[in-house]
């Protein structure tokens, strides 16, 4: 009786977190813009997903690259080309806030480095931004995606528990959900230690060759990486895209390496950001303490110090690609390679959401008509499922349908280091139709498996949907 009872409640909680996310997640980001021109690609990449982010806070911060300066005027000359297309992208989806929305949420951090910034009177419009968003009657998790320096948020941090109750502090800190690209600062590490009970992703350190975010401008030996060419930039998204493309800068150090902070919090069917161990397009992380003997030394300057509590960071997924096949099945698995470490996490997912970009600058400009759109899948019954030890199942999502009547291709796979069930299990026959039909394995005690459908138009670009269904296979 108690493992059925613990089998429906986890069915409970799967379903009330996938419900969840068509939920807005509320989002205040921290951006060390003019440190690097990849500051303004990623947030031109995140205004043309303003409609299905809850946009709070746009603050301009420093960094061990930008230590004694803050340039929010940056931010709001983005928001100024966003303006001029605002009216346009209203055509495709609704929800896109007004600019001067979007202006109003632009603060500022301190302008010193780190720790410099952090203690008694160094309050900043930036971290009392960060503080009465936290304390609004919102029950939704506060996501701090951080491109630079955390200092802004270490402060706020620093005002909560020098100012409130130990109880209140407990409860606005289980509100926050912080992920940094790295650490670009000396905060990082303090806010980590003197607050172990925050939600927190990071690849620690500054060794930025060895972390997962990376992977979103890493040339990957065996697959295709034109997307994020500087070709494939001018072409798609810099020239004759509009105010924004145009405003889209070239290359120097690295393409949108801030982008993965906020590419899961992306209502696509497959995010779910409340578990960073599930996958999504911003990568997969794993709750753990680093081995710090590992962990490298970067050329920042910042300290690398040993963590003192699990954090969510890097994990590995073995992943071998599908590639098109000519005659007979449309795809096949590419029997000639396999992948197995942490950068796969991302750059599995990386052409289609390049794809998904490009299809959205398009939105800026062109018609209803004229642009491509997601394809809408539609399950034939529920997202968790129960079944046996041995027993077959069927995955179906005959009712999908493209909104420009697109012709639709399906894939169904299953994500094994998503689930308790660590080995892969494969679809018996086609994966590559809406219906496909399953053999769970031989358990012992009760394991979950995630199933992922993706579903891709032949559209111009390409676009990809999801859906990701939770077996739990009993005994």
């Known amino acids: ?13 799967v379903s009330l977190v996938l419900a969840q996310d068509v939920t807005k997640h509320r989002v205040i980001i921290l951006s060390d813009i003019e440190a690097d021109p990849d500051d303004t690609q990623s947030f031109i990449r995140l205004f043309l997903y303003a409609n299905e982010i809850d946009l709070k806070g746009l603050i301009a911060t420093t960094s061990v690259w930008h230590k004694t300066e803050i340039n929010p005027e940056s931010i709001h000359k983005i928001i100024n080309a966003y303006a001029r297309v605002q009216p346009n992208l209203l055509k495709h989806a609704k929800g896109f806030p007004e600019a001067s929305t979007l202006s109003s949420l632009v603060k500022k951090g301190p302008s010193v480095y780190g720790m410099l910034g952090v203690g008694a009177g160094k309050e900043s419009e930036g971290s009392k931004w960060i503080i009465q968003e936290l304390e609004k009657e919102d029950s939704r998790p506060l996501w701090i995606p951080v491109w630079g320096g955390v200092n802004t ?4 941090l620093f005002t909560i528990k020098n100012t409130r109750t130990a109880a209140e502090t407990k409860r606005l800190i289980a509100k926050l959900r912080v992920y940094t690209i790295s650490d670009q600062d000396d905060s990082g590490v303090w806010i980590r230690k003197n607050f172990p009970d925050l939600f927190y992703i990071v690849s620690p350190g500054d060794d930025y060759g060895s972390a997962t975010w990376i992977t979103i401008n890493s040339v990957i030996q065996g697959i295709d990486n034109s997307q ?21 800068p070239d290359v120097a150090w690295g393409v949108e390496g801030d982008t993965p902070s906020f590419l899961s919090l992306i209502p696509n069917g497959l995010n779910v950001p409340e578990h960073p161990e599930w996958g999504g397009w911003g990568g997969r992380y794993e709750l753990y303490k680093p081995d710090f003997s590992k962990q490298k030394k970067g050329n920042s300057g910042v300290p690398l110090e040993a963590e003192t509590r699990p954090i969510y ?6 992943y071998t690609p599908y590639k098109p096949n000519e005659y007979g099945r449309s795809v096949k698995v590419d029997t000639t390679i396999t992948y197995a470490d942490n950068k796969a996490t991302l750059w599995r997912w990386r052409a289609d959401f390049q794809n998904d970009f490009a299809a959205r600058i398009d939105w800026s400009v062109q018609s209803y008509a004229d642009a491509n759109h997601n394809p809408i899948i539609k399950l034939s019954h529920s997202d ?16 999908t349908t493209d909104p420009d009547g ?26 590559n139709v809406h219906n496909a039909y399953v053999i769970a394995p031989r358990v012992t005690k009760p394991e979950t498996a995630h199933f992922i459908l993706k579903v891709t138009d032949k559209g111009e670009p390409a676009l990809s949907s999801y859906k990701r269904v939770i077996v739990t296979i009993e005994p």
Do not use: C
């Open 1 to 13: 009786m108690k493992k059925y009872l613990v089998v429906l409640i986890f069915l409970i909680n």
């Open 153 to 156: 948020l270490a402060q706020a």
């Open 228 to 248: 994020i060419s500087n070709t494939w930039l001018a072409e798609n998204i810099q020239q004759n895209h509009g105010p924004l493309g145009a405003a889209y």
């Open 313 to 318: 960071t890097d994990a590995i997924d073995r």
């Open 384 to 399: 968790s499922l129960t079944v046996k030890s041995g027993e077959g199942f069927a995955l179906d999502a005959f009712e």
């Open 406 to 431: 697109d012709n639709l291709s399906f894939l169904w796979f299953n994500y094994p280091e998503a689930g308790s069930y660590k080995k892969l299990i494969k679809v018996d026959g086609a994966e």
